[in-house]
């Protein structure tokens, strides 16, 4: 039998709804979502970044629709695309329709500034419906309801969630359920207790995001706290990662939190040391070049960089693959045996050699065909 790896608590229990091709909420897998910097009235350079997105493995794709302009991109987009597509719509609720009409596997809708969202709610769910199409109710922290400013002072979890069960109701009373949740706010604290608020109050799919996090270094922070505990709770059925980087780097934090938390198949994994006054190599120099080496390796591979003889040995010795390093050389550990020891110099080299052996001995992960690294 396939060994079932081990998580910190159960899902939570979410009802499924469909994205596209993707299915969000009950058992699928939390599912990877990004968006777009491109203009997307540039239709090749926002095609090109979905793809790049695809590549690095995004589930899902927001799109940006600010005008009419972008509107009228929307359906060669969404059928070119080779993950689902949600249009993302502020303030224009004649743009909800349209992102419908264009194909558009969702749409992300954000109660607080559409202009009397709460009247169209009826006719957005009728059409909705008869396409096929979800959406995401997207409280937001920048962005919330007035009124419920006035009442609580600030953007509380209280009024987040407040906000999002009562657009909720509004959809359920017109009998459409094809929809998912968000309660973004920039403070990781606000953002998880929002969060747990709103679980408690219905089986909603939510759509896990700590809003403008920040530069990538404090954004990545900030996300993987709050989704770490968010997650490691069972709440959370997709996720975004909002940073001020490239959006491959919001796919790859969003993958790397999840194989952490192992609710994604571990793929590759560089263990080493932090290096101390006992390390007799260039330990950092050693880790940084093995994982550029190894970079887009997809397979589930764990290789041991370490520095002393304290630790290296048998941490090398726990990997698939290892070295346990000192006085200018290394022993290169396969699978918990010694095969060879090799002077600094040729450390890196042999380990990319037997990285590449190993995966290409490996069957099909569950992203595919094992991808051999070349040096």
């Known amino acids: 039998m396939p060994k079932i790896p081990e998580v910190l608590s159960p899902r939570r229990k979410s009802r499924e709804i469909k994205v596209g091709s993707v299915m969000v909420g009950g058992n699928a897998p939390v599912s990877v979502q990004s968006m777009t910097t491109t203009p997307t009235t540039d239709i090749n350079a926002t095609l090109q970044q979905i793809a790049e997105l695809t590549a690095a493995g995004?589930?899902?794709?927001?799109?940006?629709?600010?005008?009419r302009d972008d509107a009228e991109a929307l359906p060669i987009i969404a059928m070119k695309s080779q993950i689902p597509v949600i249009a993302d719509i502020h303030f224009q609720p004649n743009y909800v329709y349209a992102a419908i009409d264009a194909g558009c596997a969702a749409v992300r809708v954000n109660p607080g500034n559409i202009r009397k969202f709460d009247d169209q709610v009826g006719e957005i769910a009728k059409r909705a419906k008869a396409a096929g199409v979800s959406l995401r109710i997207g409280v937001n922290a920048g962005s919330l309801d007035p009124r419920l400013l006035q009442k609580y002072g600030k953007a509380t979890p209280e009024a987040l969630v407040e906000s999002a069960v009562w657009e909720a109701s509004l959809f359920e009373e017109h009998d459409f359920h094809d929809f998912k949740i968000s309660v973004?706010?920039?403070?990781?604290?606000?953002?998880v207790k929002a969060y747990r608020m709103l679980a408690e109050r219905g089986d909603w799919p939510l759509h896990l995001g700590v809003t403008e996090a920040g530069p990538a270094f404090q954004g990545t922070i900030k996300s993987a706290t709050a989704f770490g505990i968010l997650l490691s709770e069972g709440i959370g059925d997709t996720i975004r990662v909002s940073l001020s980087a490239p959006p491959v780097e919001e796919v790859k934090v969003g993958l790397q939190i999840l194989q952490s938390l192992n609710l994604r198949e571990r793929k590759l994994e560089i263990v080493s040391c932090p290096s101390c006054g006992r390390a007799q190599v260039d330990v950092y120099t050693l880790a940084d070049e093995v994982t550029k080496?190894?970079?887009?390796?997809?397979?589930?591979?764990?290789?041991?960089?370490?520095?002393?003889?304290?630790?290296?040995?048998g941490e090398a010795r726990e990997a698939d693959l290892g070295v346990a390093s000192g006085n200018g050389k290394g022993q290169i550990f396969v699978k918990g045996e010694v095969i060879k020891t090799v002077p600094e110099s040729e450390?890196?080299?042999?380990?990319?050699?037997?990285?590449?052996?190993?995966?290409?001995?490996?069957?099909?992960?569950?992203?595919?065909?094992?991808?051999?690294?070349?040096?």
Do not use: F, W, Y
């Open 58 to 67: 995004c589930d899902i794709v927001r799109v940006a629709c600010p005008s």
């Open 184 to 191: 973004k706010h920039n403070d990781p604290i606000v953002m």
């Open 293 to 313: 080496g190894l970079e887009g390796m997809s397979v589930p591979l764990r290789v041991a960089v370490m520095g002393c003889v304290v630790n290296g040995p």
């Open 347 to 375: 450390i890196v080299a042999t380990l990319i050699q037997e990285a590449n052996r190993l995966a290409a001995e490996m069957p099909d992960s569950e992203s595919g065909t094992p991808e051999v690294i070349t040096a």
